[in-house]
């Protein structure tokens, strides 16, 4: 496969990835329009944000892996894609809270295909020593997709109101938040066909890819070989998650309860700075990692990512603090750079630790337990400080530092004892373990 060929696969697999953070992330900006037309209390709408998507994109990643490292995983994705896009649509004629949790379901079914399968292709698409560059284009789509929810849905919410009420053939009566998902659910169709017209399932490459599936026992002494890499490189970029998720959701309070911001000079600002600040991050460390690893230096993409979570406590800790706004969003650009050089490491290591038959599974595994923890439990955490500890909306500030600075610590001690075994484990993958140690990699 030429360059321009394995490029275009990586591409197609970032911009799917784009349309699920589109997707995923519109309810956000059109919560207080939904409340009122369908009458929702808030209770009801945090459900809609989390536990409705959470849940099922977790719990069916794991399926869904096992088809990956069974089956073709373009169609699967191409099924995925389908039904998440068929499912943002059909939300916009949602009329009851039952209807719309249903909905949030099938968005996050749907997506769940994409979690374990695109990494997958994409590394069995480009050569390995570009693994962590693509891995990292790959990730970018999370925080252009996160920034495009924030600046085209304020736009689409913007002019869908302006138009008001509409009335179409067979749909009927169409409100301004009902238009705004029909047409991201639409648009998400275009990238289905380009999917399915220019990508095909890629040769299984790497110790294992002509092997039978896995079966459980297979699993567990894989993740028994492994056991320390894995545990600390969960336990470390799952903290991240934590943060990433839990500080990400109640940011826009913070700064209308702080610095009197807007919601639309929110989304403006918040946007750019997913989409640039952050996709310059994910690239640099995918960037440094490969010219580490190519300098000799095997731990780089746990490297990369621990240097990240040391230098963030600066910017982290700068910006909850801050009375200046100005001040606060410059220490937020920092932590944002900081907290994104690691991700697209965070799938890279792992496509390294097993045979390919396994990657869909392990990814998945990983996934539950970062995303799950990450959107579950982060913007709780950070309520809980506010109402119980705090006890003051005006100190949300405070509860976003607690978290986020307790999260990089265990994340920082994680990393760093990641490193050693983690080398062990690239040695032991590779054949070649070094005189003297165990058949494993090392033990918790």
């Known amino acids: 496969m030429t360059a321009i060929r394995q490029w275009w696969v990586v591409g197609m697999m970032t911009l799917l990835l784009i349309f699920s953070f589109l997707d995923r992330g519109i309810l956000a900006l059109l ?15 945090s459900l809609l944000l989390g536990l409705a998507f959470a849940a099922f994109y977790a719990i069916m990643g794991v399926p869904f892996g096992m088809i990956a490292d069974r089956g073709n995983r373009v169609r699967l994705v191409a099924v995925g894609l389908f039904l998440w896009t068929l499912a943002t649509a059909l939300s916009g004629r ?75 053939p067979v749909l009927g009566l169409v409100k301004p938040w ?7 659910g639409v648009a998400g169709f275009v990238p289905l066909l380009l999917l399915l017209v220019t990508v095909q399932e890629p040769e299984r490459k790497g110790q294992g890819a002509k092997a039978p599936p896995p079966s459980f026992e ?7 070989r492994h056991r320390s890499t894995i545990f600390f490189h969960h336990l470390g970029f799952a903290s991240l998650a934590f943060s990433s998720y839990g500080v990400g959701s109640w940011l826009p309070a913070f700064f209308v309860r702080a610095h009197g911001w807007s919601i639309e000079k929110i989304g403006l600002w918040f ?12 690239l640099l460390g995918g960037w440094i990692a490969d010219r580490w690893v190519a300098r000799g230096r095997s731990d780089a993409k746990i490297r990369v990512a621990l240097l990240g979570s040391l230098v963030w406590f ?11 706004d ?29 045979p ?69 484990s690239l040695e032991l993958e590779s054949g070649t373990p070094k005189e003297g140690d165990p058949n494993e990699a090392g033990a918790v």
């Open 31 to 45: 919560v207080e329009p939904i409340k009122a037309d369908l009458g929702l209390t808030d209770t009801q709408m």
């Open 94 to 168: 949602a009329r009851s809270f039952g209807m719309l949790f249903l909905l949030r379901m099938g968005v996050g079914v749907g997506e769940a295909t994409l979690g374990p399968a695109a990494p997958s292709i994409i590394s069995d698409t480009v050569r390995k020593e570009r693994l962590a560059t693509a891995m990292s284009v790959y990730m970018t789509g999370a925080y252009i997709g996160a920034g495009l929810a924030s600046l085209i849905g304020g736009v689409l919410v913007g002019v869908a109101q302006r138009i008001g009420d509409v009335t179409l």
């Open 178 to 184: 009902q238009m705004v998902y029909l047409v991201i």
């Open 218 to 224: 297979d699993v567990k002494a894989q993740y028994r």
């Open 271 to 282: 946007g750019l700075n997913g989409m640039v600040t952050a996709v310059i991050g994910v």
């Open 314 to 324: 600066p910017f982290g800790i700068l910006y909850p603090l801050a009375s200046n």
């Open 326 to 354: 100005v001040v606060a969003m410059l220490g937020i650009v920092g932590a944002t750079l900081c907290s994104a050089v690691g991700v697209g490491c965070a799938i890279a290591t792992l496509q390294e630790l097993v």
């Open 356 to 424: 390919n038959r396994m990657r869909g599974l392990v990814t998945a595994a990983y996934a539950v337990i970062a995303n799950f923890l990450g959107l579950a439990f982060g913007p709780l955490a950070v309520a809980l400080l506010t109402d119980h500890w705090f006890q003051d909306a005006a100190q949300v500030g405070r509860s976003i530092l607690v978290v986020s600075v307790v999260a990089h610590v265990i994340s920082s001690f994680a990393l760093w004892r990641a490193l050693s075994p983690y080398r062990r």
